[in-house]
């Protein structure tokens, strides 16, 4: 038995890397809170909170006319509409840019893998915000400029995600098919996609998720849907009618969560 304790960790395996590198975010946390201004102090005054009290409410009671709730219904809808659109098309093109963006089954990377992750690179850098802002100039206002931002931005998402996860599916399956001659096409089909279906379905539905949030966000740039009506009716000071916008907003985030949620519990039994 060696009598001498073991030696600690060095500074370049794992270990120290994983520590040299929490140690720098810790700093980069400190640094942060040193150079923001943040105004805690006015933040936590008694002037704030009862401003704050106020504000609140001015948005009770919220406005519950049926004309109004129909409206609401309506941009609900439009909202609904938009993200799921929006996502099918980002699945279906982040597919697409997937298969030229992961590696080819054999281990070599295709020519063309650099220039498509450059550009789903390119797609998800750019907000849906900024999207919707480039697309209103062509597509004018309305919900088809937010389904096409949700599109664009959520289809550099989904390809990266869908290329790493046939990068990592399990070559076996692959393998023997490519051994009795089956192409390429058919590989993929039928050993592939069926491996990383459940996985893809699982990416989709939790951008999907997100999407929701951001269809709500992008009618503020008047791309349609509840957070058109949000930002006008925000905006004149309705705050009763914008009450009633919010709570649509939660109770469909809310019940979108928990369909997506109980959906991919199941389709990972």
Known sequence: MNPWPPAPPSL???????????????????ASFWSLDLQWRQFLSLDAARSMGRFLGEFFPPDTSPAFLRRVAQGTWETLAMSALGTG?????????ALPASRRPGGGASWARGPTRLLLNALRSIPELVW??????????????????LAFHTAGVLGRLFAEAIENAPP????????QGVGGVRVFCYATLPQVL????????????NNIRAAAVLGVVGAGGLGQMLAFHMGLFHMGKT???LGAMLLMVALVDAASHGARRWMTR
């Open 198 to 209: 459940p996985q893809l379905l699982s990416y989709t539905l939790y951008r999907w998720e």
């Open 12 to 30: 370049l395996d794992p270990r120290g890397k994983a520590l040299w590198f929490l140690l720098a975010l810790a700093a980069l946390v400190v």
């Open 172 to 179: 076996g399956p692959a393998a023997a098919l490519r051994v």
């Open 132 to 149: 919707a802002a480039l697309l209103l100039i062509s597509a004018g206002l309305g919900p088809f400029a937010g389904t096409l931002a």
């Open 89 to 97: 098309l980002a699945a279906a093109a982040g597919l697409a840019l």
């Open 243 to 245: 009450a009633t916008v």
